[in-house]
């Protein structure tokens, strides 16, 4: 009779909640697994909006965030509490999620008591180690010390394979973000910022990134507001950040117009549904430009390099850059041109079926 295998599962981000949830309840669904899980608190007030969503307890929470926190002080509190969490958890297997400071600093941990750890969307690159920042480097320090390497596409395996990874080591598995969607995206949703863009089309942003700060955000915050007042018909929903610097340069720029919302960051539901109801998307995040794709609508990834390069190839994505005019260029071609339009909406999904979570759950019960 095999035995039980305990698993830790770490995040400590939004983004990361929404993927590694649907992996909990995959892992709690089984009996052989004992699953524990540990947030750190990266982004507090986001992350626990997924925990709701999701009725996902944590057993363990670092709760690091403070105000005008450091990479250092990210990486030196979660390091010191993930100490504490193995030597009383004692897992057989340690999973983290992409590319974040917590799930860089957790695999760390695990390394150090040689503890096997699982790197759940791994492979992702740009290859360039400061963009995106400090993203690039997490996930290739990750990818040192990880025993099991889920891959969401086989360009991301690839990527892995140029670097001397075994290819034992490397499942390929789709994106567990494609799984949260199966669960979140409603055709009765309703709420009262969707009607409020009915009868327009929608464009809704996001931008975050730290290497964006200053003036690229600048230029993308007045390329989107030029198009809002070029086309009548279009309207746009930004979900601020929390970071003090994005708000203050998207209340100077974008503030002011009757077509133009900017809103709390939302519950994760509700942005999956904001993205459904969506014409064209604009961002310099990572999850969307795969969320996005699975529900047939085009992204403009305003960014110089984007780790996800399948979906540019399948044509879904499009890397405009943070240039102000290239991103009005681009922009406008999609609500002018309807064949470019309807070639980028209708173009291949290339992250996933949403069985992500089975795979992974199905890989480490049969290996383990």
């Known amino acids: 009779m095999q035995g039980k295998i305990t698993a830790l599962i770490v995040f400590g981000t939004r983004p990361e909640a929404i993927k590694m949830c649907p992996v909990v309840k995959e892992f709690r669904r089984r009996s052989r697994f004992i699953t524990k899980v540990c947030v750190s608190g990266q982004h507090r007030e986001m992350l626990d909006q997924v ?39 004692k897992p057989d297997i340690v999973l983290v999620h992409g590319d974040t400071t917590t799930a860089f600093a957790a695999s760390v941990a695990a390394f150090y008591r040689q503890i096997p750890v699982a790197h759940v969307e791994a492979g992702l690159r740009t290859h360039n180690i400061y963009s995106p920042y400090p993203e690039e480097y997490n996930r290739q320090a990750i990818s040192l010390v990880a025993k099991y390497n889920f891959s969401p596409t086989q360009t991301a395996r690839d990527n892995l394979l140029s670097e001397g990874r075994s290819p034992e080591s490397i499942f390929v598995t789709g994106n567990t973000g494609i799984d949260a969607l199966k669960t ?32 690229p955000m600048r230029g993308m915050f007045r390329a989107v507001r030029r198009i809002v007042e070029r086309y009548e018909d279009v309207k746009l929903v930004y979900p601020v950040h929390k970071n003090p610097a994005v708000r203050a340069v998207a209340d100077e720029i974008l503030q002011g117009s009757p077509r133009i919302r900017l809103i709390e960051p939302m519950e994760p539901d509700a942005f999956h549904n904001l993205i459904n109801a969506a014409y064209l998307i604009l961002t310099d995040s990572g999850g969307i430009q795969e ?20 979906g540019v190839e399948a044509g ?30 209708t173009a291949r999904n290339p992250y996933g079926d949403g069985t992500a979570s089975i795979q992974i759950a199905d890989i480490l019960e049969k290996t383990l």
Request: hydrophobic share 40%; glycine share 4%.
């Open 291 to 310: 969320e996005a794709p699975a529900l047939g609508k085009p992204v403009l990834v305003m960014r110089n390099t984007t780790e996800r390069p399948e």
């Open 316 to 345: 879904t994505l499009r890397l405009v850059g943070t240039g102000e005019q290239d991103i009005f260029d681009a922009c406008a071609q999609l609500l002018s041109d309807s064949a470019a339009y309807r070639n980028m909406s």
């Open 184 to 215: 979140t995206v409603r055709p009765d949703f309703h709420s009262e910022i969707i009607d409020w863009a009915k009868g327009s089309r929608l464009l809704v942003m996001t931008a975050h990134r730290r290497e964006n700060l200053g003036e």
């Open 51 to 89: 925990l709701r969503l999701f009725r996902v307890t944590p057993d363990y929470d670092l709760d690091i965030m403070r105000q005008e926190q450091t990479l250092t002080d990210i990486t030196a509190k979660t390091l010191c509490g993930m100490q504490k969490v193995l030597a009383d958890c």
